[in-house]
């Protein structure tokens, strides 16, 4: 069943306060049982807005949010873990890398780990050009005694 808007709230209250049953309410306002007797429990506060949930605070502000993304956005090779040495939370506290995902994935980004494997330049990818040419007139037999294996 959908959340009840603050609207259906006020209106299950009314129709409480007509003499409708509880299970009538719920049918008439599309609510859930449960929900419209605790709202005729709250009716005794004066108050049908949901009470403030404890949680636990975040540890950066929103403008500390928007200079994350924008430190990320500027240098694409910035790590996770190399954002947090950058950026200090409210109260001057440290932001740990789970935290920098978070507010990156939240806008769309993801933080990546740097390339470190070796750069192929146009030399090196000419060469191995030259070198499938020449053995791609190999027989069968030849490539047989040929051991492939991913350990280098």
Request: proline share 4%; aromatic share 6%; with cysteine.
């Amino acid at each position: 069943m959908p959340r009840l808007s603050e609207v259906d709230r006020h209106c299950a209250l009314g129709l409480l306060q007509a003499g409708l049953p509880i299970s009538e309410v719920s049918l008439r306002t599309n609510g859930n049982r449960t929900t419209i007797f605790r709202l005729r429990r709250l009716h005794k506060t004066d108050t049908v807005s949901d009470w403030p949930c404890s949680g636990r605070p975040r540890c950066t502000t929103k403008r500390q949010d928007r200079n994350l993304v924008r430190n990320h956005m500027n240098n694409r090779f910035l790590s996770a873990s190399a954002s947090p040495r950058q950026t200090r939370g409210r109260n001057n506290q440290h932001i740990s890398a789970n935290t920098v995902r978070r507010r990156l994935s939240t806008s769309g980004l993801c933080a990546r780990r740097l390339y470190t494997g070796p750069i192929l330049t146009q030399r090196h990818q000419h060469q191995r050009t030259l070198w499938a040419q020449e053995h791609a007139a190999w027989g069968r037999i030849q490539w047989q005694s040929v051991v492939f294996s991913d350990e280098s």
